[in-house]
């Protein structure tokens, strides 16, 4: 299959990088412990102050050490079966490693450019670099013109396109309610603290809204673009909602104030991604035809 030797090593150089980033990320020791800074904005800061994560916020840090769990236990396993299974053929591992790969492009984006700059910075722009060319070579090996026929008709088109809409109009709904005010009172968003950015909301409003927008919509229409794309939104939302779910009592037991409707509505989202999970899953008829 086409490309098929250069998505394994680069997969390969994923799982062995992310585990070392992991590890050290969870494992790391040493510093002054928690303590407080001041912001350029004039904010009382009290950053994490130990191990690698020592210069990130006590909530970023959290987050952090919660998603390098979810990575290491979850993520690089899964990544490295659907590698397996993928090269035995099956459709589902085809579409669940790509899925998977987004889980890890979204990852070490956002630690490349939210992270506060520490001495794995170029593991994690290695990493970032192999996921998205991972990711683009596993969705063009699919023959998507094919693909829509390995799906069961009776695959509930309606309600998981329609998840999707909901999804990306509730996601853009609540950012906007996050920065929508700051714009027009002219103040920094609640939570910013001494980052520079609102990096998790840029790509949550530049990407992950207008993919499972587009994607709902073409799912509705059995367009074979609708299966792909959902396929990889799902697949990558089953991941990432795991991690949030990590995240979030991360933050709880860091002593971390959270927003209740932000995260009642997280976690609600996580469910409902597995319950589409499976549904997907067992919709797909293998057909290794469609995979060039």
């Known amino acids: 299959m086409k490309n098929d030797k250069t998505i ?11 585990i070392i980033a992991s590890a050290i990320g969870i494992f790391s020791k040493g510093g002054p412990g928690v303590n407080e800074i001041t912001s350029f904005r004039g904010e009382t800061i009290k950053l994490h102050g130990i191990g690698l994560y020592k210069n990130d ?20 396993p899964l990544l490295l079966l659907a590698l397996y299974f993928t090269g035995k053929g099956f459709l589902k591992a085809r579409l669940l ?13 956002s630690y490349v450019f939210l992270w506060m700059y520490n001495p794995l910075f170029i593991v994690y722009v290695v990493l970032m670099s192999t996921s998205f060319f991972a990711f683009t070579l596993s969705i063009l090996s699919i023959d998507m013109d094919r693909l829509s026929t390995s799906f069961d008709k009776k695959l509930p088109v309606k309600f998981l396109g329609g998840f999707q809409i909901f999804l990306a109009v509730a996601l853009c709904m609540m950012w906007l309610g996050k920065i929508a005010p700051t714009i027009m009172n002219n ?3 609640v939570g910013l603290e001494h980052y520079t950015t609102l990096v998790i909301q840029g790509l949550d409003l530049g990407f992950i809204v207008p993919i499972a927008f587009l994607s709902g919509v073409f799912l509705m229409k059995r ?12 697949m990558k939302g089953f991941t990432m909602g795991i991690a949030i779910t990590a995240m979030i009592i991360g933050q709880y037991i860091a002593g971390v104030k959270m927003g ?10 996580s469910l409902f991604v597995c319950f589409c999970m499976v549904i997907l ?3 797909i008829k293998e057909d290794q035809k469609i995979i060039q």
């Open 8 to 18: 394994r090593n680069l997969i390969l150089c994923i799982a062995f990088l992310s």
């Open 57 to 76: 916020s006590v909530s970023v840090a959290a987050q952090g050490i919660a998603q390098d769990i979810v990575t290491l236990f979850v993520g690089v």
């Open 97 to 109: 490693l790509t899925g998977t790969l987004g889980y890890f492009l979204y990852t070490y984006i």
């Open 187 to 189: 103040r920094v968003p």
């Open 223 to 234: 367009r074979p673009i609708g299966y792909l794309l959902s396929s990889v939104v799902i």
């Open 260 to 269: 209740l409707a932000s995260v009642v509505i997280f976690l609600i989202f």
């Open 281 to 283: 899953l067992k919709n």
